[in-house]
């Protein structure tokens, strides 16, 4: 395996915005997250999750995602 590919991550982040204008309830974000390798998928239910899970996923990789 490449060294490139041991420290590559590839993602597709689908997102959307949920109506509950009938139920008076605001609308809230939804998507979920594929790893494209492993085809693993996670659901979330806001944009902070994304950023939450892509940070926990960083970190695993020995990364430091704030800098």
Known sequence: MAQIEKT????????????????????????HITNVISRERRYVKSL????????????NMGACPEE
């Open 8 to 31: 590559t991550s590839s993602f597709v982040i689908r997102i959307w915005l949920e109506d509950h204008q009938q139920g008076g309830n605001p609308d809230c974000w939804r998507g």
């Open 48 to 59: 902070a999750e994304i950023t939450a899970f892509l940070s926990s996923h960083l970190e």
